[in-house]
């Protein structure tokens, strides 16, 4: 278990840097891993956990991922970013990019029931504030969706399980006062090819409802007993012919420290 911690970005308010504070607390004497654990889930899933998770890894749930890729701002852009996740409790996920000569640097965070989102170029001029139920509701579908960067919380009692077929199972996420279907694809020696939501959002400029949203699982990387998504496509409408105008970021882990 790694006692590191990681200092909050400069650049978060003092209600997300809190937030980041709060999610990376470590945990105190996790339970390890035993592959029994996994026994009574549907097919699907025991292969993807049996894989994600090694044998007497503790089963830490709260995790800080270091990144960098290319998101979509009118154009793709090249970022680096840090995020703080605990699946079912919230995520502080900050990044920072250009457009064109004016670095842009921001955050989007759920916790607690309220979701924000919050971009400054320059540091000073606003590019993008938005917060209140519908960015929150969105938020919620998103930290459904990264249970799989934290495999440990698809263990926890309050996930429900089911399987679809021998490839898929869904996942039933508890957040922000809404069950959360996670679908999960699955090849057959346990790596995990695509994860959806549906996501609350609006992606077609329309009014918010629920559109199909995840991302498809490039590679693998393994950090302290976890194997997890390392480079990953995400966006609006995976699978389907709107997925070129949908997709909007992608990215590959350069660190993750569990905690």
Not at 32 to 56: N, S, Y
Not at 144 to 157: I, K
Not at 220 to 232: A, H, N, Q, Y
Request: charged share 25%.
């Amino acid at each position: 278990m790694s006692a590191t911690v990681v200092v909050a970005p400069p650049y978060l308010t003092e209600e997300a840097a809190r937030d980041w504070d709060v999610l990376q607390e470590p945990a105190e004497r996790p339970p390890v891993f035993d592959p029994e654990q996994a026994e009574l889930l549907p097919e699907p899933a025991r292969r993807w956990l049996l894989r994600a998770i090694a044998p007497g890894t503790p089963l830490l749930r709260a995790v800080v991922l270091s990144m960098h890729g290319t998101i979509r701002l009118n154009g793709w852009h090249d970022f680096r970013a840090l995020q703080v996740l605990d699946p079912l409790r919230g995520y502080v996920w900050s990044a920072g990019t250009r457009l064109g000569l004016l670095p842009v640097r921001g955050f989007d965070r759920y916790r607690d029931g309220a979701g924000e989102m919050r971009w400054r170029a320059m540091g000073a001029l606003p590019v993008l504030s938005a917060s209140g139920p519908d960015v929150t509701r969105s938020a919620a579908g998103r930290l459904a969706c990264e249970l799989v960067l934290a495999p440990a919380a698809a263990l926890d009692p309050a996930v429900g399980w089911k399987s679809l077929n021998e490839r898929e199972a869904v996942a039933t996420v508890p957040v922000g006062g809404e069950e959360h279907d996670v679908r999960l694809s699955v090849a057959e020696d346990g790596r995990l090819e695509r994860v959806t939501v549906l996501r609350w959002g609006n992606p077609d400029k329309g009014p918010y409802r629920r559109h199909l949203f995840g991302v498809e699982c490039l590679d693998e990387l393994t950090f302290d007993g976890f194997t997890v998504p390392g480079r990953v496509r995400a966006g609006w409408w995976p699978g389907t012919r709107l997925w070129p105008e949908g997709e909007f970021i992608r990215f590959t882990l350069d660190d993750a420290v569990y905690r």
